[in-house]
């Protein structure tokens, strides 16, 4: 089992950059494929980014290609989400989740969640 603690979410401007940070804890995230998801109120829960265990394979939704980025440090059990050019429907409360496989899987699948941290883009 693993426990999943997102931080980095904060207020910024339009065009600015933020890195959000899941940490793990119980269990080697190298094991799992992470996930980050993204929600807005009255809207379904909607993936961003997945980067796959072993090889370490990346995917992004279409609206964040070329400026999100998805790695891990497995020194410090954490994966990250780099987010740069942030547009104002970026804003959304984001979560990384687990799940025990090599590949990226389908948002029902993943096993384990985090808390949330809440990006605002705003001027």
């Known amino acids: 089992q693993v426990q999943l603690v997102e931080s980095g979410g904060g207020l910024v401007q339009p065009g600015g950059s933020l890195r959000l940070s899941c940490v793990g804890s119980?269990?080697?995230?190298?094991?799992?494929?992470i996930g980050w998801f993204r929600q807005v109120p009255g809207k379904e829960r909607e993936g961003v980014s997945c980067i796959s265990s072993g090889d370490d394979t990346t995917y992004y939704v279409d609206g964040v290609k070329g400026r999100f980025t998805i790695s891990r440090d497995n020194a410090k059990n954490t994966v990250y989400l780099q987010m740069n050019s942030l547009k104002p429907e970026d804003a959304a409360v984001y979560y990384c989740a687990a799940v025990r496989s090599y590949y990226c899987s389908t948002i029902d699948l993943y096993e384990y969640w985090g808390q949330g941290t809440q990006v605002t883009v705003s001027s």
């Open positions: 119980g269990s080697s995230l190298d094991n799992y494929a």
